[in-house]
């Protein structure tokens, strides 16, 4: 074994995999994988994206997700995921913005960002992501030079995903156009009189409402602090630290890293792809004027039935913002009803978001719904069955799944499982 390992040119263990990886492309690019790939859903997730862009190795130098290296030059990927972010694990997740704002039920960015490129879509294509979150798919789009839609029917979500957009086209000279403590004061003030409406928030443009510190500042600026004041409640909230400390470490960290990334931007060529977010409801995605076989891809993950209770996790974000969250959980996916009866309701609620992603989706075009094992009342509930049965029974072609293992942390769920459809 030992001797095996020594070999000459066997510069990795791994190397039979970047065998396998490589194995029935016609003439591979030179690669090297990202050194932390262990699973065996990585390797098949870096051989897809690589069968879809093997013939255009520059192009894949720019969007691969799991190569370090495309014929001896570092990838795009490998800058952005060392612009770092707290909580991240090697190259997967929390990278650039992607951790901004603590949302529990995020998909790891990277397995993303493979799908996509896997799915082969283009600039000018557009991807769908109907329960999109904290935004994670439409950030990696955008990233990629696709456009993309976002729908969730939480205000919070879209204004999380908003904010970490827009970050990717702001510099640290705008964010620094209001100061941190008016910044502060504002929110925080402005909390103990009354608490306003999201929808007021969104309307700041509006001449009625005072904007103290924000007036005459881009609206993007508003809705980053805005953001940020989140995040420091979030944060006093869970782990009870002091709130304006933490605004200030939170927002000096993301400065740094919208400025590394203002670094990057100058030495890289980024096309970046447009962004479109819509506050609605999954089930019913042709209301927003999003056409029948309009979407070239769609990447998304419903929620996870009965294991996340999204709306107990942001409650003083809810209160803060006026938003009313009986009103939100009767189109929430999921925590409808009691006991089988949830189970029951969940599963036709999703059989509706199928029939619609059917719907909007391009003939000959895949959809990649991320879930993961949900146990209730002590059950596990046949959940990836479920849906392949319901995809099907909404016109799609059940083409595979590929097994995740969640290992340690606060994850309650075993595995997340990648089902892939495609509409025939
Ligand atoms: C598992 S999370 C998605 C997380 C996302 N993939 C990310 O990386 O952040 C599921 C999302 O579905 C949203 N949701 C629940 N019911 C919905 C509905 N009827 N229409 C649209 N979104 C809904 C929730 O607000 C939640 O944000």
């Known amino acids: 074994m030992r001797e095996m390992i020594g070999q000459k040119d066997k510069e990795y263990m791994a190397e039979p995999i970047v065998d396998w990886i490589l194995d029935g492309i016609p003439t591979p690019p030179k690669v090297k994988l990202f050194d932390d790939i262990g699973f065996i859903y990585e390797a098949q997730l870096a051989k897809m994206e690589l069968s879809s862009w093997w013939d255009k190795p520059e192009q894949f130098r720019r969007r691969a997700a799991y190569f370090e290296e495309v014929n001896g030059e570092k990838t795009y990927h490998f800058y952005i995921s060392d612009i770092k972010g707290k909580g991240q694990i090697g190259r997967t997740n929390q990278y650039l913005t992607h951790w901004y704002y603590p949302y529990k039920a995020k998909f790891h960015p990277q397995m993303i960002k493979a799908l996509i490129n896997w799915m082969g879509l283009k600039k000018g294509d557009w991807l769908l992501d109907p329960f999109a979150g904290s935004g994670t798919a439409l950030i990696e789009s955008k990233l990629v030079g696709v456009n993309s839609i976002g729908i969730d029917i939480d205000p919070l979500c879209i204004l999380m995903s908003r904010v970490k957009i ?15 403590r008016d910044a502060f004061d504002f929110f925080h003030h402005r909390k103990a009189k009354s608490s306003v409406g999201l929808n007021k928030f969104l309307q700041t443009k509006s001449e009625s409402y005072d904007l103290g510190p924000f007036k005459g500042v881009d609206g993007r600026i508003y809705d980053f602090f805005l953001l940020s004041y989140l995040y420091a409640l979030s944060d006093w909230r869970y782990i009870k630290v002091d709130m304006w400390k933490q605004f200030n470490k939170n927002i000096k960290s993301i400065v740094k890293n919208v400025e590394k990334f203002c670094e990057l931007k100058k030495n890289l060529e980024f096309e970046f792809g447009e962004t479109k977010l819509i506050q609605g409801d999954a089930r019913f995605i042709t209301d927003y004027g999003i056409e029948a076989n309009s979407i070239d891809g769609i990447v998304t993950s419903p929620p996870y039935s009965i294991a996340v209770d999204y709306i107990a996790q942001d409650m003083h974000a809810f209160q803060y913002l006026g938003i009313d969250p009986r009103k939100l959980q009767d189109k929430l996916v999921g925590l409808k009803g009691k006991g089988e009866e949830k189970v029951k309701i969940y599963f036709e609620d999703m059989r509706f978001a199928f029939k619609s992603m059917f719907e909007v989706l391009k003939p000959n075009s895949y959809c ?53 459809f495609k509409k025939p």
Not at 375 to 384: D, E, F, M, V
């Open 166 to 180: 827009d970050l990717l086209d702001l510099t640290g000279e705008d964010l620094r156009k209001v100061s941190l």
């Open 368 to 420: 990649a719904v991320v879930i993961g094992d949900v146990t209730y009342n002590g059950r596990k509930l046949p959940i990836s069955e479920t849906y392949v049965e319901l995809a099907k029974n909404a016109g799609f072609d059940y083409i595979g799944i590929i097994r995740r293992p969640i290992l340690g942390g606060f994850a309650r769920l075993r595995y997340e499982y990648i089902i892939i």
